[in-house]
């Protein structure tokens, strides 16, 4: 369907005066949509949910009706009591004509539109530490309002997510095919990352075994909490938004604190080509656990804060991982531009990882002075 009568499809007031791709996403398309009249403007994020990564599109639009109610309240209780020192800010969804909150076009496929938050703009990498201080107040702020949310409300959106033995037991089965072996034998460098995957094997399972022990008790997660999905206040430069809220779900905050850092505090990026410029910058490290413990510290438990430096160094083990596998399964999860994209992202992530075990004790020592 052409995206003009796509976008139409749904309640905004105006006429559309422009259409373009928006973001740099993975998973889903987006574009922005930007309507007029006589008197002002009104811009909103058009996308369509990936159907090979989410099995039921139509539970994530359930489930973002859900998580968008709880936290709209609550957001307005708060701004009406004068409890923050900011308006926090989460988008909402716009419905169809129709009154629904998604569209489904003659391929099957669930579009939504949502709100853009105007007058803030998320970052691919760090812009310093003040930066990093608010990612860290923005992620704690969003676990506060979903601490509440109940997880009977949630359809699992993503089986599977984030369980990293999960992803070595893919990893394992792809190795196992005549493509990934042909991909190893033909390059020293996929053999060299399979080789920092096998050294490792122990450290996939250490949170789901804390978890299982019940050291550790399942909340509310975001699920992908990486720069890029954090909106920062272009007036005040404050965070004031977290936005891709597909993966909202019950799952250990700890994916979300290591997932933050994996992504805050590589100044890089994850589609660095030059790997000597990977390195785990603390201070970002520092800044961001600042703006986090001040929101959300209050919920902390000892045992939490006991499993905080394995989650730092787990995620981009995991992440580094899931696009190895996806390299040699030949890039059917993550959007890929170039061919050896996910190979280049993978050693990125590992190279992370080999930077956080190298700086273990004094991030160690940073954790317990929080
Ligand atoms: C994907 O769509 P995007 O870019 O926000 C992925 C995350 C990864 C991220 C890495 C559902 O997120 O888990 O951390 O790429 N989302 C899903 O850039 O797999
Ligand atoms: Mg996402």
Request: proline share 4%; charged share 25%; with cysteine.
């Amino acid at each position: 369907m052409d995206l003009t009568v796509l976008v139409n499809k749904f309640n905004v007031k105006g006429r559309l005066v422009a259409l373009e791709p928006f973001g740099s996403g993975n998973i889903n398309d987006t574009y922005l949509a930007i309507y007029r009249n006589t008197f002002t403007e009104t811009q909103v994020i058009l996308q369509r949910v990936n159907r090979k990564v989410f099995p039921q599109p139509e539970a994530i639009m359930a489930n973002m009706h859900e998580v968008t109610r709880h936290c709209h309240e609550k957001l307005e209780a708060d701004a009406a009591s004068g409890r923050d020192d900011r308006v926090w800010q989460m988008p909402r969804i716009v419905k169809s004509k129709e009154a629904k909150d998604y569209v489904v076009d003659e391929s099957g496929d669930v579009w939504r539109v949502i709100t853009r938050i105007m007058s803030a703009h998320a970052f691919d990498v760090a812009q310093g530490p003040e930066h990093a201080l608010e990612c860290g107040s923005a992620l704690g702020h969003f676990h506060y309002l979903i601490s509440d949310l109940d997880p009977k409300c949630i359809i699992d959106p993503l089986p599977g997510f984030h369980v990293t033995a999960g992803y070595m037991r893919a990893y394992d089965e792809t190795l196992a095919t005549p493509r990934a072996k042909e991909l190893l034998s033909s390059s020293m460098e996929a053999r060299r990352m399979a080789k920092f995957v096998e050294e490792r094997r122990g450290l996939a399972a250490c949170l789901e075994k804390a978890e299982a022990s019940g050291e550790l008790v399942k909340r509310m997660f975001h699920g992908d909490p990486k720069v890029n999905n954090i909106m920062i206040d272009d007036v005040t430069g404050k965070g004031t938004a977290m936005i891709d809220l597909d993966t909202v779900s019950p799952g250990l905050v700890h994916v979300d604190f290591g997932d933050a850092l994996r992504s805050i505090c590589n100044p890089a990026g994850e589609e660095a080509t030059n790997l000597s410029q990977v390195v785990f910058d603390e201070d970002l490290a520092t800044a961001f656990c600042k703006g986090y413990m001040r929101e959300a510290g209050s919920f902390m438990t000892d045992a939490d804060r006991a499993y905080l430096y394995d989650s730092i160094r787990l995620l981009p083990f995991e992440l580094g991982l899931r696009f190895f596998q996806d390299f040699l399964a030949g890039d059917v999860y993550f959007k890929t531009s170039t061919p050896g994209q996910n190979l280049n992202r993978a050693r990125v992530q590992f190279r992370l990882c080999e930077s956080v075990e190298a700086r273990e004790r004094s991030i160690r020592s940073m954790l317990d002075r929080l």
